[in-house]
Nanobody, 120 residues
Framework: QVQLVESGGGLEQAGGSLRLSCAAS????????MDWYRQAPGKQRELVAS???????NYADSVKGRFTISRDNAKNTVYLEMNSLKAEDTAVYYC??????????????WGQGTQVTVSS
């Protein structure tokens, strides 16, 4: 069994910063790509940032230069550092992690979501 626990969301003023964390635990042999998604009210879930097992990163155009994704492989944890926050960053943020279990099974798992609210 695999569990993902997110933390770090909250209320922040425009121009401020927040840091999200997502830790995976359980029967994990290897962690592959780690992603952050977000979903604003009335909108589809969108990919915000991704990081491969080798550390290559990609960002949505809307967050480039403001958000930084990173990972700690020893802790099976992915982070999202969010700076220069804007009101349009308000959303529920979800992590998604690709995992290979000791059984050999490959699946992706979602975190429970954490609310980020940016006041203008």
């Amino acid at each position: 069994q695999v569990q993902l626990v997110e933390s770090g969301g909250g209320l922040e003023q425009a121009g401020g910063s927040l840091r999200l964390s997502c830790a995976a635990s359980g029967s994990i042999l290897r962690v592959n790509e780690m992603d952050w998604y977000r979903q604003a009210p009335g909108k589809q879930r969108e990919l915000v940032a991704s990081i491969t097992s080798s550390g290559s990163t990609n960002y949505a155009d809307s967050v480039k230069g403001r958000f930084t994704i990173s990972r700690d492989n020893a802790k099976n944890t992915v982070y999202l550092e969010m700076n220069s926050l804007k009101a349009e960053d308000t959303a529920v943020y979800y992590c998604n992690i690709g995992i290979i279990r000791y059984s050999g099974a490959r699946s992706s798992y979602w975190g429970q979501g954490t609310q980020v609210t940016v006041s203008s």
